[in-house]
Every structure is written in C-alpha cells, then in structure tokens.
C-alpha cells in the first residue's frame, strides 16, 4: 500500500481529506449522490491505464485488456459476493438496465411493475418497450414521508398480478434517497415465477452487497458513485438462468459468445475506467470498507439532524432508511415546480456555492443531501444558514 493510502487508513473524515479529490475547494460539495466524484490516486491510476494502452494499441486491445479485464472483474466479484462470470461490463445503470429489458422475449398484454420514484432513465426505457411490445405498466406509486419498509413492500406487493413477468425496483431511490427491502420483494416474487431486476446504482460501496446471496435475477450497480472509480464503471450481474439470452444494448463483435464475455466488445472503446476499479477497491479498503459505510451513514444522519433542528422539519422515513444520502422537506410552501426547484439549486449555488440537489415531486419541494468522507457538519451548517438567510430575505 502506498504512503499515501497508509494515511487514509488513519485519517478522520473532513476537510482535511479534500486534497485526495481535485474537487474545488472553495465550494461545499453536497452532491456526491448525483455522478460520485473521483479521487486523484483513482484518476492517476485510470490515466496510467490509458498511457499503457496508447503505448502499442493493438497489441494492448488483443494480449493485454483480456487478463486485465479478468483480474478487474476477479476483484470487483469478490467484493460483491459473486463470481466473475457474473458480471458484465457496462458503462452505467442505464446500459445495464437497457440490456436487460431489451433482451427480454416480451409478449403483448405482459405487465412490468416499477415505481413512480424509479430512475427517469429507467422509466423512459421501460415507456419505450411498453409502445413497442403492448406491455403494460404498473407503477407504484410511493407516498413520502414513508413511515417504513413494510410500506415499500406492500407498494410493490399490490402491483403484482398474474401477469406481472418482470419487478424493477431501486435499492437505493435517486429522489427518496431511502433504501427499498430488495430480499422481501425477490423473496415474494421467486416463488411466482416473476423476474427481478434491481437498480442497484447507488449501492455499491454504500450498501454491503451479497450479490448471490440476494437471488434477484439481474443487479445494475455504477461503480462510479460511491464505489469511487472514474465515470463509466458500472456492471450487470446475471443470476445463472438470467443471464441466458441476454445481450447489452449494443450488439457487436462478441454476439452470442455468451454472457458476461458479450458485454466485454461493444465497439471499441476506452476500457481506463474499468480497469481502474481495483484503484477505487484499493481506496476504499485503504480506508476501510465497512468503516466508509459507517462514517458515511453517520455523517448524513449528523446533518440531517442539523438541517431538521435548523428548518423545524421532519426526517421523511425512518433513520434507518437512509444511508449517505438524505432527502428532507425544504422549509417553507413554496409551490412544488420545476422552475421554484432549479430556482433554489442555482441560488445556493451563485449566492452560497453550495451543491445540492433540490427537487420538486409529492406536493412539495425537497433538497437531497449527500455525505462523503471529505465533508464536516460546517458544509451543512453553511446549508442550513443559506436556506434560512433566503427564505427571511423573502419573507416567508
Ligand atoms: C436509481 C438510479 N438508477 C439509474 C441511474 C442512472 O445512472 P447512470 O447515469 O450512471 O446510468 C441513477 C443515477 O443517478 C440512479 O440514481
């Protein structure tokens, strides 16, 4: 391990860690949820991929990317609980999540169940292959606050009928920021012949996954959140049955040579980010796995404490819902558009420099905070004042 990562391993979370990342240090960063943010001993170690490569491209793409690839994948299996030839490599969740619906032999009148909350992506994939195959979806509609699972779990449970051939439901919800009982619902839809498919793109790194151990058919998790690799590192895990058949997106020179070797050739492409997932294992573990959880899910919990106690709101679910991202009511009654939302986002970033989502859905407007080991409360206390400081200037 270098001297470098030897200091991670001992170093509290704060400020003090930001030279880690090339993020500007003048601003409080608090979005990590959105495209994760990369570390510079990952970027360095995606750059030194990207020099081997051009060093002699063609004898890089046939004798070196194949072992290469085998010993990111090795790795990446091993730290998800799976084997190797699991997982496909894909560029993100929507390529893996397009993979999988496009590879689907689906039949007119067939139902696919997701909820009203899944990812914009996702739901514009799944609207697609409604108009083109005459499926019919069936939304769950998700009230928020949620007062629990169980509420999630009956949700998805009152979507299912005879008909249903496929649940999509999110680990993590982009806009909920609250964790769905995957189990549960593969557990309840197993026995009825209903595939599942997990949008799992914010799980990795912050969820520990057990992928085999979890039975669901298909999982699409990025690595490029808050697992910490470089943008365009994610996978598709294929349960045995599940992965026959099944094809990415983009057919190419590897066709029918069988998953997960098919999703390796896609037309050429830069493969840097994929290879440096054993860079984002490295600084991840330097850290400590389950220690980065930890301190991630407390963080958020400390600030979302502080953020409720400063605006008089309510957490929306319970704490243990919630892990390094948190969605609370934004105080005050502003109505819920799109343009009151981007209105707040752009204010707090021109005025305050403060990155934070601000969303608009279920009558109301929301702001999602995340929390990564370069963050202190004094991020959130900027935030806190910031909200306040507008809303007296408007008078509400
Ligand atoms: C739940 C969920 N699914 C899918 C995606 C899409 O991820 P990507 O843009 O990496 O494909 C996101 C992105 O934030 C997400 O939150």
Redesign the pocket.
Known sequence: MSRELKALSMAAPGHALRHFWALEPSMHFLNH???GATPRHVLAAQHQWRERLERQPVRFMSDELPAALCSARARLAAFLSTQPERLGMV?????G?NAVLRSIAWRAGDELVLADH??L??RHTVQHLAECHGLVVRRVQLEFPLSGQEAILEAYWSAITPRTRLVIV?H???TLAVQAPVAEIVAVCQPLGVRVLV?G??APGLLPLALDELGADWY?G?C??WLLAPKGC?FLYASGAAAQDLHPAVISNFHDRGFPLEFDWQGTRDYSAWLAVTAALDFVEAFGAARYRQVLREQAAAAAALLCRHWAVELPAPPGMFSAMVTLPLPGDEAPTEENATRWHDKLWTQHRIEVPVLAFNQRLWVRISAQIYNELSDYEALARAVSASRSMQGT
């Open positions: 949820g959105s495209y560029e993100n969740a929507t390529a999540v899944a990812y992506a996702v999110d993590i919800f982009s949008d793109a914010h699409v990025n490029h959140k994610a």
